[in-house]
């Protein structure tokens, strides 16, 4: 899926595209970002879980401070070569890609040793000993990927939640709630179901297996959220809830 103009100014609540400074995409089947090209003004832009396999048109994006591409299809680090001049990087988060590679150490190195002026990769804050060992254990980027690379790249399999997660990752529990999501039940107030004490049998019903997927994704969801992101969610339960009730209301009625 591309990432359209419209997308873009509806989700960022702008009216013109040079005006975006945030843009939350996340878990959107987006495969091709190239309209970030055409926003010079974009600070934060989340695009965990998609299907992205090249960070070229980010390169314009000269205010970018901070860049999520957690569990997306960016296949070499040579990708980095295009994040090298955006001046303001601080904050990175690129882990669960094809390009992180076998060798976690190697990777975080290599990262590092082409973009210093990281503050924090992966969700982990970046120390200045690592920086150091960065110019020596890293390896240094210095040509753009070649173009099979990227553009010629087959888009992947179509995005469903239950295929985001590779195989080898930890254990999840029969919900489908990853060790990412049972961090945050706590500061929601949420008691979620725990792999030995399943809420239901382990043939569930379709349909309640696709409502725990859509909770999955707004769980992780909020996280990235910053506190006017948050509002705007607030709101909007606020007022699905009362409509609901009223729908509840007139049917009793009726």
């Not at 591309?2 to 989700?11: A, D, E, H, P, Q």
């Not at 002026?117 to 120390?127: E, P």
């Not at 997660?165 to 179901?193: C, K, N, V, W, Y």
């Not at 049998?201 to 997927?213: G, H, I």
Request: proline letters at 7%; hydrophobic letters at 35%; one cysteine or more.
């Amino acid at each position: 899926m591309k990432l359209t103009r419209k997308m873009v100014l509806s989700r960022a609540k702008a009216s013109e595209l040079d005006s975006v400074r945030k843009l939350n995409c996340w878990g959107s089947r987006l495969t091709d970002i190239s309209i970030c090209r055409e926003m010079p003004s974009l600070e934060v832009i989340t695009l965990s879980v998609n299907g992205v396999s090249t960070l070229e048109p980010m390169r314009q994006c000269q205010q970018l401070s901070e860049l999520y591409l957690r569990k997306n299809c960016i296949p070499s680090l040579a990708e980095l070569f295009y994040l090298k001049d955006l001046p303001r990087l601080r904050v990175l988060w690129l882990a669960e890609n094809p390009c992180c590679g076998p060798d976690p150490h190697l990777y975080r190195m290599t990262v590092l040793r082409n973009l210093p002026g990281l503050q924090k990769l992966d969700n982990q804050a970046v120390t200045e000993e690592e920086l150091s060992r960065a110019l020596v254990e890293g390896d240094e980027i210095t040509t753009a990927p070649a173009r099979e690379d990227t553009e010629s790249r087959q888009p992947g399999v179509p995005f469903t939640l239950s295929s985001v997660d590779p195989s080898a990752e930890t254990e999840r529990d029969s919900l489908g709630f990853s060790a990412e999501t049972s961090s945050i039940q706590e500061p929601l107030g949420m008691r979620l179901p725990s792999r030995d004490q399943p809420s239901f049998p382990r043939e569930a019903p379709s349909s309640l297996r696709s409502r725990n997927n859509v909770l999955t994704a707004i769980l992780l969801l909020l996280r990235e959220l910053d506190a006017e992101g948050l509002e705007v969610i607030h709101q909007t339960v606020s007022s699905q809830l009362q409509a609901l009730h009223r729908r509840e209301l007139q049917e009793d009625t009726e």
